[in-house]
């Protein structure tokens, strides 16, 4: 590469680097959260001993993990309008990445409560705990632990997908990237750039799931 080059990527560094900070990050620890709480209603749905409710999550995941991410983004910012929703490019974003997540993390989080002893449960009740004590108490701290391989797995594909929202506006990182490439013409170096930034954001998550299953540990009974 050239002198100009290299300095064409010093100067967009920073720009790319605050839309990671202001835009990727917080819209993926945004989306994952509430997308986690939906999963943890949708896989308690599933274990549901009432089928309409089970019925209901099987057909939401069904249809989460049967389509494209992308194609839910569209849905959500394209299509709505066309029945009068018009909903601002930030929020769309994160309503079609927490319905993602959700569809997806619901069944490895039902996946770790199912993979809880039964001795358990009966161990909670015989000491005069109800269900939902149990449940909160007992079953989902062991599984926590069991779930934070995959969970975190999915934290980092979707902080690699908050790339998808740059085609509805959003400011990120790779949003950033894309317009400093169009002004400079220097595609492939300024997206390899933003493939790097991305790659050392998975690294340190991937750091920060190791320590978190050292601290999660404990609850596992052995």
């Not at 920073?14 to 209603?41: C, E």
């Not at 991410?69 to 309008?81: A, D, H, M, W």
């Not at 601002?88 to 002893?117: M, T």
Request: aromatic share 10%; hydrophobic share 55%.
């Amino acid at each position: 590469m050239t002198d100009s080059t290299w300095q064409l990527l010093l100067d967009s560094l920073w720009p790319m680097i605050h839309g990671a900070i202001t835009g990727t990050i917080p819209l993926a620890l945004s989306s994952f959260a509430i997308g986690l709480v939906l999963a943890l209603g949708l896989a308690l749905m599933r274990l549901s001993r009432r089928r309409w409710l089970s019925s209901i999550a099987r057909v939401y995941i069904s249809l989460v993990r049967g389509t494209p991410l992308l194609v839910q983004l569209f849905v959500i910012f394209y299509g709505l309008p066309s029945l009068g929703v018009v909903i601002d490019p930030w929020p769309s974003a994160i309503i079609a990445f927490s319905i993602n997540v959700g569809g997806y993390a619901a069944e490895v989080i039902r996946a770790a409560i199912l993979s809880v002893p039964k001795g358990q449960w009966e161990a909670a009740y015989m000491i005069g705990m109800s269900h939902q004590r149990a449940l909160t108490r007992i079953i989902l701290p062991q599984a926590a632990r069991v779930s934070v391989p995959p969970l975190s797995n999915t934290f980092i594909s979707l902080v690699k997908d908050t790339s998808l929202a740059s085609l509805i506006l959003v400011t990120e990182l790779f949003r950033e990237a894309q317009q400093v490439a169009a002004f400079s013409g220097q595609f492939m170096a300024l997206y390899l750039e933003a493939a790097l930034l991305y790659w050392v954001i998975c690294l340190v998550l991937s750091s920060g799931q190791s320590v978190l299953e050292k601290r999660l540990d404990r609850y596992v009974a052995h």
